[in-house]
């Protein structure tokens, strides 16, 4: 666990969130300000700091979340849906700890903005 970091502390329960999912390795939750009628995140229970932290020491966590969406969205019945990862400013990332949006519910554009 990372010190001052917003996703390490809502995994370790210390800053309440609503929660999707939970197992030893990683925590789903809805996010604060949904952009679409469903919207949670998936983020590794250890402190990565985005994509570009992944490499052969932590990248089984990864696909271990991959697992758990294509696993909670089969429960929740949602057939379509998309997985978004921000990395770095330019990108959109806000929040410097590894977390893969869950966004479904609504007609959704491409190229994204
Ligand atoms: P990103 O901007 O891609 O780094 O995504 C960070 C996401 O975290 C945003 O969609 C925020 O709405 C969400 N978020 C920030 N704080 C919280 C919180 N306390 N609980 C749930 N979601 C949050
Ligand atoms: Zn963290």
């Known amino acids: ?8 502390a809502i995994a370790a329960g210390e800053i309440p969130s609503s929660k999707v999912y939970e197992d030893e390795i990683c925590y789903a939750f809805y996010d604060i ?16 700091a985005s994509v570009a932290g992944i490499d052969g020491s932590n990248s089984a966590v990864v696909a271990h979340i991959f697992e ?7 429960e929740k019945n949602i057939e379509s849906y998309r997985v978004v ?5 330019q990108a959109g990332q806000s929040v410097p700890h590894l977390h893969f949006h869950v966004l479904s519910g609504r007609d959704m554009t491409w190229p994204p903005g």
């Open 33 to 48: 300000d949904p952009q679409a009628p469903v919207h949670f995140l998936v983020i590794p229970k250890e402190h990565i």
């Open 1 to 8: 666990m990372k010190n001052d970091c917003l996703f390490c």
């Open 68 to 74: 758990v969406i294509a696993r909670v969205t089969k």
């Open 85 to 89: 990862s921000n990395i770095g400013e």
